[in-house]
Nanobody, 130 residues
Framework: QVQLVESGGDSVQAGGSLRLSCEIF??????????IGWFRQAPGQEREGIAL???????WYADSVKGRFTISQDNAKNTLYLQMNSLKPEDTATYYC??????????????????????WGQGTQVAVSS
C-alpha cells in the first residue's frame, strides 16, 4: 500500500526557511518512470502545484516559488524534500506530497491538475507570519 508521510511543517516569520520532508512507502513504477512533488492549499483556495521532480531529476516549479524553493529527492532513503527559503506570508498553506508513475516532468499532460496525481500524503502545515 502506497503511503506518503510529510513532516517539517512549522510556524516561521517572513524571510525564514523550512525544509519539508516526505517519506514514500511502497511506491513502485513498472517503467522506472515517475513524477513526485509538492502541492499546497491555502484556506479558501484551490490546491496549487508548486514543485515537481521525476526519475531523471528533471524539475518544475510554479512561478510563485521559483528561485525560493528547491525540490530534491534521496532515492536511498525514499524521501522527497522541499527546501523553502525567503518565506512569505502568502506561502502559508497545508503542503501535500504527491506521486504518480503515469508521467514524468518531461511528459506532463497539457493542462495537468492535481487530479492527475494518484497518491497523496495527509499534509503538513506551514504558517508564515509577517
Amino acid at each position: 500500500q502506497v503511503q506518503l508521510v510529510e513532516s517539517g511543517g512549522d510556524s516561521v516569520q517572513a524571510g525564514g526557511s523550512l525544509r519539508l520532508s516526505c517519506e514514500i512507502f511502497s511506491f513502485t513504477s513498472t517503467s522506472d518512470r515517475y513524477c513526485i512533488g509538492w502541492f499546497r492549499q491555502a484556506p479558501g483556495q484551490e490546491r496549487e502545484g508548486i514543485a515537481l521532480i521525476d526519475n531523471d531529476d528533471n524539475t518544475w516549479y510554479a512561478d510563485s516559488v521559483k528561485g525560493r524553493f528547491t525540490i530534491s529527492q534521496d532515492n536511498a532513503k525514499n524521501t522527497l524534500y522541499l527546501q523553502m527559503n525567503s518565506l512569505k506570508p502568502e506561502d502559508t498553506a497545508t503542503y501535500y506530497c504527491v506521486a504518480d508513475s503515469s508521467f514524468t516532468v518531461s511528459t506532463l499532460p497539457v493542462g495537468w491538475t492535481s487530479e492527475y496525481f494518484g497518491y497523496w500524503g495527509q499534509g503538513t502545515q506551514v504558517a508564515v507570519s509577517s
